[in-house]
């Protein structure tokens, strides 16, 4: 079985609720409050739990709010590897307002890290990459994290023969593809920073992306474009993969679930086009729940034949 090993370095708990209406200046009676771990490579896990496969999700850990997301990590049965660190673990807020659907997302910003703890980290992945054949970087870099981080990861990826997948963005994004990257997700904004085009149509984001893969340094580039779908291009492929239409209740951990479904498809050897399908229904799927929810399989499962029931557009 291909090990799988996440890195999140901005995990949150996801604390979510709902409201009759939101009034400015009014008490507001809130619903039972939930709580659920959240953040790029954590989402990623626990999505590929839902699909069947185990991973090892590696993630900075502070303070009781640390020791709470260790345990709803727990609950989920998901195997963890926390690195410890001296600010608390940040807490997001997600509020519905079931007067007109609107949901309101307050993202606290991510705790720094402090002197030492970076190579806490840089060890952990090290210490455990030789038993992992994917490592997946996915969630925004904090504060005090060096600009070579990801790109020391992706040196211990390539010694290690793991492929890597990464998700998010910055300066560390740009020296980690210059590095070696198995697999890239970016949205259109990421990619114009990345590429300086304006990626607003397909051709557009075609052209982008090749700019990515034809240095070598990048195998897959899966462009996100939200429920428009997901555009995939290696040096010889290329093909725009509509998304399918859901009715959509919240949007987090959208993208998450489409790198989750993209490495499940990839353990299991899915071509090009599967692949990124699974994505795209993995992604999907999450849009249909509220809250912090994720997606249910049995979405996943229909939304996946629909959307290889639908005529294919190739360019390649």
């Known amino acids: 079985m291909k090990h799988i090993l996440t890195l999140t370095l901005s995990p949150t708990i996801d604390k979510s609720t ?34 069947g496969l185990t991973s090892t999700a590696v993630f900075t850990s502070g303070g009781l709010s640390g020791k709470l997301l260790q345990e709803l990590l727990h609950k989920e049965q998901i195997e963890q590897h926390p690195i410890e660190t001296v600010n608390l673990t940040r807490e997001n807020f997600i509020v519905v307002n079931r007067a007109t659907n609107e949901q309101l997302r307050f993202g606290m910003p991510a705790p720094a890290l402090v002197e030492g703890e970076e190579e806490r980290v840089l060890k952990a992945v090290k210490q455990m990459a030789p038993k992992a054949s994917y490592i997946v970087a996915s969630g925004s870099i904090p504060k005090g994290v060096s600009t070579d981080f990801l790109a020391r990861i992706a040196r211990i990826a390539r010694q290690e023969d793991a492929r890597l997948v990464v998700d998010t963005s910055g300066e560390a994004l740009e020296q980690a593809i210059e590095e070696g990257i198995y697999l890239l997700k970016p949205n259109q904004n990421e990619l114009r920073k990345l590429t300086g ?5 397909n051709d557009a984001i075609e052209e982008a992306a090749r700019i990515i893969v034809n240095k070598d ?25 509509n998304a399918p239409s859901v009715k959509k209740r919240s949007t987090v951990g959208a993208g998450d679930s489409m790198v989750a479904g993209m490495v499940y498809g990839c353990v ?41 029931k639908q005529t294919t557009n190739y360019l390649v």
């Open 18 to 51: 709902s409201v009759d209406k939101v009034i400015a200046e009014h008490k507001l009676d809130c619903a039972e409050p939930k709580f659920e771990p959240g953040g790029g490579g954590i989402n990623v896990s626990r999505a590929l739990r839902r699909l």
């Open 197 to 201: 085009i304006e990626a607003e149509d």
């Open 217 to 241: 340094k990048c195998g897959i580039v899966v462009v996100s474009m939200g429920p428009q779908g997901a555009y995939v291009v290696t040096r010889d492929y290329a093909e725009f993969v």
């Open 268 to 308: 299991n050897n899915y071509d090009l086009g599967h692949m990124v399908r699974m994505g795209i229904a993995c992604g999907s799927a999450a849009t249909m729940n509220h809250g912090t929810e994720l997606f249910k399989k049995e979405d996943v499962d229909r939304l996946y034949e629909w959307l290889n």
